[in-house]
């Protein structure tokens, strides 16, 4: 990824620096310098004439979400119109202002100066809170997300300012010189940072250091996060940077501008403009963007054309993706260019009104997020799915961490909490499984995939947490989550398979049957591989190849691909066809473990406790196979299934289907067997049978352990039921005998 700069001689430009550039969302851009004017110019970095004068240096502007623009010059703040018409203007600081900027929604202003002081205004100039007083002047600053705290740099620290006066004020080192310019990003909540010392540094919203640059030639005056969160630029003498989210960079571009005091991003994240100290107003359009996919990949070589003899019809391309086969290629005209492996010069052009911020392929259709805050699902053809609303769902803070597709779901992570996971169905835009399994968490949540196999009903999700913890729950398993490992970097769902694939501290970690986790907990570690290998810090899978390959971007843009296993995808198309038989004979060929604890696991799952009972014996898990054995002599369907239940550690879920069959008693037994002993008396007493068989197990439990009984309800029970060991025996004899005939209890 590198930048394509507009030539800056004999270009329109300020007769002095030029201080502060900023567009507005009618992708203008407006510039004020020390010559005291504001110009304007078009998207394409042409000139459209001159504002307005002023009467005073400006030194930073921002522009209103709803269009009106703000500046601040000296120590007053000005309010203006899109034309030049001040509406208002007020104090904000003692000696200069050195920076403004809104608040999302539009409700709050944030202004720092040099008297080391941040404060907040509302939409009409009143002051609201006198935010923070520092003993230096405060250089930068930026909202978090959803506006209820500040990042800003004083001196050689970073501060992090709730607005809630009881909460705790983060801060910490972050530069060894003054701290000029920081940004935090609205989507993935990472600060960066840059100073005088030259360098710059991507921190989490803890203060956490995730990237530090080397040190360039010079002080890093400005950095700007893109829309997309996906990419920074870095302004210093002479040069703009772009940078990937974790920093890497393919090189510097040489502007003719002296030294880049601001940058700012179009709306649509196509290009990058700079206020140059020499006056110069820099324009530069993303190029070189590169993507790879499953079997091919793509490069964006000028703002109209990509490789692979791709042509965009003059239309600047603002987005794209590539995944299943396809690629998608979103123009600032509001059309998304859909093209398949195979038919690259065949696009089929869909028309989506507005410019797409957002392009997420699945494996038959893709989600689209448009500037215009609609959110859809289109299939491959151009015919319109769905709309997908809910609550919670918020377009213009989607990104590809936080929303998934999978064929029949999308999947996204709830806002403003980010601690509950949501399911939708693609078909209605509608909620998928009901608010009863959206996935509640603990902690707030950063990364979601989903899986691309199966039905909705076998619909899994993994997500990562701010603790860096991996998660996998089931769309339809009420909402139970269930933790895989630790310290992840990356996390990605095979294409065609269900494994899971991890970058774990730095190793590659793959769950070949995630499922594992709600069949047969003792099982997952079995079905894990771990690759070691020189992936560095802060790895990112950008590929999973039909679980069998993983490709690994390394944070200096190196790729390194690595074999997993390449019996995994034959595996999977037997045990999702349910030919236990051939998946038992590959094991047997192959000889691994993990193939046989994916065999295992898949047969406890479709209830064929033959092919279960091979697989956990090839496990050597013996106490599983006796289990197993023993469930297979069960005469009934529902005794099975109820033993099965067991088996995954669900007794409710046994306890349901036996009762629904009438098998009173080995409801009953399941409870005994588990030694939920009180359980077993009351489903014993509410149905007026076996109550003695409960006290003839619960008294030969007690004599075994060497204890007695002080549970007052076994107690009155004693008293008023005469236990015989005979009789015990022959009324179990006797349920045995009637359950082999199908007869129910009654």
Known sequence: MKLKVKPTAGAPRHGDVCAVVAWNSASELYSAGDDKQILRFDVNGDARGKVCDLDAYVVDMAWHPGGAKSSGSGGETRMMTRGGMVERAFEAHRGAVTSVCWNDDGTALLTTGEDGAAKVWSRNGALRVALEQRDAAIYCASWSRDGDAVAFGCGKELLVK?????????????HDGVVLSCDWCALTRVIVSGGEDCRYKTWDEHGLLLFQSSRLDHVVASVRWNPAGDAFAVGSFDSITLCDATGFTSGKTPVDAGTVLKLAWSPDGASVAGAGGNGAVVFGSVAER?????????TLIAPDRGDLDLSFRGDRVVKMAAGHGYLLVASSAGAVSVRQRGRMNAPRTIDVRDVATLLIPGKTCFLCVTSGGSCAVYSYEGRKTSDLRAAGLRPELL????????????????????????????????????????????????RVVVNQVGSAQDRKVAFVDVNRDVHVASAFGGGVAVKLGGMVDSVLFADVTDALAAMVDQRLVVWLHPNAAFVDKDVVDATKITREGDFGKLPALTSFRDGSRATIRRIDGASIHVTVSPHLPTLHAHLITGAFDKAIRLCRFVKEESLWACVAVAAVAAKDLRAAEVAYAACEAVEKVRFLRNAREISSAEGRNA??????RKPDEAEAILLHAGLIYRAIDARVRLFDWRRALDLATKHGMHVDTVLYHRRAYLKSAGRKETDGAFLDAMRAVDVSEEAVLAKIAEEREREGTGRKTR
Do not use: Q, Y
């Not at 590169?290 to 793509?298: D, K, M, T």
């Not at 590809?400 to 980010?418: G, K, N």
């Open 643 to 648: 033993e099965l239940a067991l088996f995954r």
């Open 399 to 446: 990104n590809d961490r936080s929303v998934a597709l999978a064929p029949d779901a999308c999947v996204f992570i709830d806002r403003p909490s980010s601690r509950v996971v949501r399911f939708l169905d693609v078909a209605n835009g509608r909620a998928l499984a009901g608010d009863e399994n959206a996935i509640a968490h603990h902690a707030e949540i950063t």
């Open 290 to 298: 590169r993507i790879e996919s499953c079997g091919f990949a793509a």
């Open 162 to 174: 709730p607005l809630n006066p009881g909460a705790k004020t983060l801060r910490w080192k972050a």
